[in-house]
């Protein structure tokens, strides 16, 4: 463990950051909170520097990385580590979804399934008193009209947080925020070991481990992509190994946490082949069909579909091609044709995540194509928060690609939408920045690794 002033200096001003922005300032405040996110994500890139050009000059082996040895950093892993347990006791001030999770909780552990009821329609009913759901927890619900959408690993951690802290917000938040630091811990594990596996400097972990807007999504505003990202990484290990059982097995809880790994599936049947990779994926669903058991019902499919199509096509927050084909829906149209552009966008995305699994030609990497299937499903989706961009950043630790790094830093002008309070409204301009800037960076690294004898000079030294 290497310690220098210059390393206690940035370790002691970014924690001061990170409690700040997670104590002290609320996302109205977007000025404040983009020149403070501003500053850690600059002293992250001083720390990151070597290891993000290190993977543009290097693919396909770990090499030398200058400031980096080939054991892991423990000063910089300790940092990471530290830097989310600052964090511990903050109720989240940029993300109101904690709310329905601990709404969720009180029903499930009173006994109701809180897949079956509209907030809306039971406040200030006998059930809403008897499970401890009343209009102080009402009022800051985002989504009180829609029925849940969180998959059943989700509520049972729900439900442990409402038994644990029955009638206290902040020691919800707490129990939900250790699950999801154990998680982190685990991530960091993983990526070390399969990096190692796969004859990759272990250090690059730091990638995701040091990244501002990880450490301040997930375990910051209580998101649950900590967790998908541990469970699909678990699974990744497991088929490496070739227990690949298991590994759906750990599959099939990342899907009960998201639902995003189920547009995995194709790529792992490509992957396996296709005798065993369907058999792979039918044990993921059957597998993910058994932990849905406990609150089945047909009204229950019913609801989180209804909830599922209502998202797809009526939210709409930072997107990028919908926002062009809204202005010429607009245009052509004169109304929001979100109905029309939503399911065909969920079409086109269907089709290229199948695409991009089964066309050899595109290429032969896993880790490549689990990137751009990410991206082709984040460039099409109507809405798309901050915090959904960890799990391009975990991915891309396994690539050639730092775009999901660089859009990680931009993400974050996202925030100016609350600037003005209710109604919200977003600054279109700003949005425009974030995704220019991204593509052309994606296009510049496509450039790079097409063309790797043009590399610039600062690449090669890395």
């Known amino acids: 463990m290497t310690l220098t002033p210059f390393r206690i200096g940035w370790l002691a001003l970014s ?10 300032v609320p996302r109205e405040q977007f000025g404040t909170l983009l020149s403070l996110y501003g500053l850690l994500f600059w002293g992250y890139l001083l ?13 396909g082996d770990s090499g030398t990385i200058p400031g980096f040895s080939e054991a892991p950093d423990r000063f910089l892993f300790a940092a990471s580590i530290a830097f989310r347990l600052t964090l511990l006791f903050a109720l989240p001030r940029l993300s109101d979804d904690f709310y329905r999770f601990i709404w969720d909780g009180r029903l499930l552990v009173h006994g109701f399934n809180p897949y079956l009821y509209l907030p809306s329609g039971i406040i200030n009913s006998p059930l809403a008193d008897r499970a401890g759901v009343d209009g102080n927890l009402f009022i800051y619900l985002n989504s009180p009209d829609y029925y849940t959408v969180y998959p059943p690993l989700n509520q049972a951690l729900f439900g442990l947080a409402a038994m644990l802290s029955p009638d206290n917000v902040l020691g919800n938040v707490v129990t939900l925020r250790v699950s999801i630091l154990l998680a982190e811990l685990g991530v960091l594990w993983l990526l070390v070991r399969l990096l190692k596996h796969f004859n990759r400097n272990p250090n690059l972990a730091l990638l995701y481990g040091l990244n501002p807007l990880v450490i301040l999504e997930l375990t910051g505003n209580v998101h649950f992509e900590a967790i998908v990202i541990f469970f699909v990484l678990m ?25 995003l790994p189920l547009l995995f599936l194709p790529l792992a049947i490509q992957y396996l082949g296709w005798r065993r990779g369907i058999a792979y994926a039918a044990l993921t669903l059957v597998l993910t069909g058994i932990l849905f058991l406990p609150f089945a019902s047909v009204a229950l499919v019913q609801n989180v579909f209804s909830s599922i199509n209502l998202y797809f096509q009526k939210f709409e927050f930072n997107a990028s091609v919908y926002y062009l084909i809204r202005e010429v829906g607009f245009w052509i149209k004169g109304y ?6 939503g399911f065909w966008l969920s079409l086109v995305t269907t089709l290229g995540v199948l695409w991009i699994a089964f066309n050899k030609k595109l290429t032969n990497s896993v880790s490549t194509k689990l990137i751009l299937t990410l991206t082709l499903y984040f460039a099409l989706a109507t809405t798309v928060h901050p915090w959904y961009a960890t799990t391009l950043i975990a991915v891309s630790v396994f690539t050639n690609f730092r775009f999901p790094l660089v859009w990680s830093g931009l993400i974050w002008l996202s925030y100016a939408t609350y600037q003005s ?28 690794n097409k063309n790797p004898h043009q590399m610039p000079e600062h690449v090669m030294r890395a």
């Not at 924690?15 to 002290?24: D, E």
């Not at 720390?47 to 693919?59: D, G, I, K």
């Not at 227990?243 to 990342?254: D, E, I, K, N």
């Open 15 to 24: 924690a001061g950051l990170y409690i700040f922005i997670a104590y002290g």
């Open 336 to 341: 929001n044709i979100i109905v029309q552009a």
């Open 421 to 448: 309070g209710l109604p919200y409204r977003e600054n279109l301009l700003l949005t425009a920045v974030e995704y220019l800037a991204v593509v052309g960076y994606g296009l510049y690294e496509y450039w790079i």
């Open 47 to 59: 720390r990151v520097r070597p290891l993000w050009y290190h993977r543009l000059a290097q693919p």
């Open 235 to 259: 699974a990744v290990w497991l088929l490496v190994k070739n227990r690949w059982v298991l590994s759906a097995g750990a599959l099939a809880l990342a899907v009960c946490t998201k639902l």
